[in-house]
């Protein structure tokens, strides 16, 4: 009896699995409420100016309901990721740039260390992470974290969001 009531339980425990922002393994929903929009995702970005501004933004998207995110160098694209599998992506910001084979992770720091000061905005920063071999970098909002993955999707670098 007992062997009959455990498996029911395993069975709602991975059902129940919780995304704690691995950039790999994601459960999808076919059910998905309806949670943050576009309108919203646009309307925090738009407060945006610098790298200054970053904590701002992750606060906001945090509190919009927004677990972690993906954002694309080539062409400034993101996949924006909720509870219960919930995702909303967005189009193009700017027409598709190179990204290098290499990366410059010394290189990446410094822009990094400078947008995080105001001395570039969204733009400059994507074309400059892109420039150093970075194809994307991925949010979470839970561990608030940022990471930097190169084209093999290799974690180049992961750095803490203040908050």
């Known amino acids: ?10 069975i709602l425990t991975v059902l129940s699995f919780v995304v704690t922002c691995n950039t ?11 949670m943050f929009t576009t309108e919203q995702i646009k ?4 407060k945006v100016e610098t790298g200054a501004d970053f904590p701002a ?24 990721h909720g509870k219960n599998g919930y995702e909303l992506p967005t189009v193009p910001n700017y027409e598709p740039i190179l990204i290098a084979d290499t990366v410059n992770l010394e290189q990446l720091k410094i822009d990094i ?3 995080q000061q105001g001395k570039s905005d969204y733009f400059q920063i994507s074309r400059q992470s892109a420039d150093n071999g970075v194809e994307k970098w991925a949010v979470c909002l839970v561990s608030m974290t940022c990471t930097y993955i190169d084209k093999a999707g290799k974690n180049v670098w992961v750095e803490h969001i203040p908050q």
């Open 24 to 34: 790999t393994h994601y459960v999808t929903n076919k059910n998905q409420e309806k």
């Open 43 to 46: 309307e925090k970005l738009s």
């Open 57 to 80: 933004l992750a606060t906001g998207l945090k509190n919009i309901g927004v677990t972690y995110y993906e954002t694309k160098m080539e062409d400034g694209s993101s996949i924006f």
């Open 1 to 10: 009896m007992k062997k009959i009531i455990l498996k029911p339980i395993m």
């Open 113 to 115: 260390a400078n947008h």
